[in-house]
């Protein structure tokens, strides 16, 4: 089973900053990485699939690098809208597909 | 647009079997282009991936789960199911169903449904 870790674990940022979020894969998942949003109370929205693709409809301050082992996901400048909990998940090497244990981006 | 709803009973008693409907609505659960499935989320902890089933019949399962979970589907209704046997508290979580497109482009989740276990 492949692990992902995420760091850092909590994100205190406030509007208009930038925020980095990492994922470690435990061995390669080529560019099968997604990153997902969640808010409080909701389905998780498919942000980037294949590490760098934006889903339809996501804005593009949102974008997503990286292969192999190691992922970014960056916004470029935060909106209020964007404190959430941020998942990132791989479909390289499935059963099981599996997710990090998420980072929570809170308003500082 | 496809839209997925969960329904299913809210409370299962321990050693009793979870069993979970997905009603598929704006597209055929017959496609070739999605992995239907379910996810769960305990209250407050991250995301656990259970299991998913092409419309070939095809099932893949999570194997720290998969001497309990059964996935099928019903194309007559649209719909698919998860049943979850001998649960615990530990099964306690939001069930989430989910249509993920094979290209893994998008993907569709219905709004989730807490399953408390307790006696």
């Known amino acids: 089973e492949i692990v992902l870790t995420q760091s850092p674990a909590t994100l205190s940022l406030s509007p208009g900053e930038r925020a980095t979020l990492s994922c470690r894969a435990s061995q390669s998942v080529s560019s099968y990485l997604a990153w997902y949003q969640q808010k409080p109370g909701q389905a998780p929205r498919l942000l980037i699939y294949?590490?760098?693709n934006r889903a339809t409809g996501i804005p593009a301050r949102f974008s997503g690098s990286g292969s192999g082992t190691d992922f970014t996901l960056t916004i470029s400048s935060l909106e209020p809208e964007d404190f959430a909990v941020y998942y990132c998940q791989q479909r390289s090497n499935w059963p099981p597909l599996t997710f990090g244990q998420g980072t929570r981006l809170e308003i500082k | 647009q496809l839209q997925l709803q969960e329904s299913g009973p809210g409370l299962v008693k321990p050693s009793e079997t979870l069993s979970l409907t997905c009603t598929v609505s704006g597209g055929s659960i017959s496609s070739s282009s999605y992995y239907w499935g379910w996810i769960r989320q305990p209250p407050g902890k991250g995301l656990e991936w259970i299991g998913s089933?092409?419309?070939?019949?095809?099932?893949y399962y999570n194997p720290s789960l998969k001497s309990r979970v059964t996935i099928s589907v019903d194309t007559s209704k649209n719909q698919f199911s998860l049943k979850l046997s001998s649960v615990t508290a530990a099964d306690t979580a939001v069930y989430y169903c989910t249509g993920i497109a094979v290209a893994g482009t998008h993907d569709y989740w219905g709004q989730g449904t807490l399953v408390t276990v307790s006696s």
């Open positions: 089933i092409y419309y070939s019949g095809s099932t």
């Open positions: 294949d590490a760098s």
